[in-house]
């Protein structure tokens, strides 16, 4: 630290009852030539953490915790409740015969089922029956609880925008008097409705979040095995889709973008990096991510985190498949999204 010209700082301190600052003692720490990031990469080792998750259903029930939930805290960013600088993660478990009694929240949320059978979830109004590598969304505002009526725990990643919610000031959060809603459509309504191809004649979108809120892994397995037949892949991403809304082709949520990847045969991805740090979540196989140097290994039911502008690859020691979220949507929409694809 340069020591501060004693004029000047008899000045700053003169303002400083007025609430006022000077820009140029803190200029280059505002207006950077790139980002400059305090999260880190880490991964959680579901054999490591399971233990712990399941201790936790002995320590206090699904109801009185509301939502009993380990949060994936990143090593950087202690006691903040982030995984990155924008984005909550969490583990979530519901033991048989539990309910997480109903409410709703302006923070928009994603589950991704991790472990577990036929527990479920129910969305204004409509349950949907989980299983592993499910991608369920929770609109923002939107009605919800959880219940687990199969004969076994169930634990999947939560997914929230909870930092860019408090940093914009605009949380809202209510219970409903009762534990479960009240049920207005049969299960896999909306799925047919909307998530066939199909849309209702007429039908126009009142809210940015997609109708469909649950996206079946079935279906999205079956899909990056149709594809893989054209053999067409990306260096940097390996054969990488995105969720989205069937109404307007946009991402399935507006603040939390969500994709699924394939890594086949062993693939070894070119090194990339891009402005929204990623959580990733491991659905099938091995393999490796090296970022900012470090290397971090994952198998199934693994979560790991790449920071914003973080140089990294992938390494699959067979076929791989990774579901993965960031803040995307938001950088896109005003504008600020890079990438940095190397010479690929
Ligand atoms: O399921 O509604 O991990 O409100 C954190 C806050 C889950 C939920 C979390 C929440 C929820």
Known sequence: MTQ????????????APSN????????????????????????????????FVMESGGLITAKEAVRRVLILENPNLQGQSKITNTLYAGLQLILPGEVAPAHRHTQTALRFIVE???????????KT??????????????WHDHGNESDEPMVWLDGLDIPIISFFDAGFAEDLDEDSQELSRPTGDSLARFGAGLLPVGYENTTPASPVFNYPYERTREALEQMRQAREWDPCHGLKMRYVNPVTGDYAMPTMATFM??????????????????????????????????????GPRDTFVIPSWCQHHHEADGDAVLFSFSDRP?????GIWRQDRGNH
């Open 20 to 51: 006022l600052t000077p820009l140029w003692e803190v200029m280059s720490g505002l207006v950077t030539p790139e980002p400059r990031v305090q999260a880190k990469a880490a991964v959680w080792h579901y054999d490591d953490i399971r233990d």
């Open 261 to 298: 990847q394939l890594l086949p045969d062993g693939m070894h991805t070119a090194p990339y990096r891009s402005t929204d740090g990623m959580v990733y979540s491991v659905v099938e196989g091995t393999g490796r991510t090296v970022a900012g140097g470090q290397e971090m290994t994952w």
């Open 4 to 15: 501060t010209d004693p004029s000047r700082q008899e000045y700053y301190d003169r303002i």
């Open 116 to 126: 577990g059978h036929g527990a479920y979830t129910a969305v204004e109004g409509e």
């Open 129 to 142: 029956i989980m299983q592993p590598g499910d991608f369920v969304t929770t609109p923002s505002w939107a």
């Open 330 to 334: 938001i950088q896109e929409k005003v």
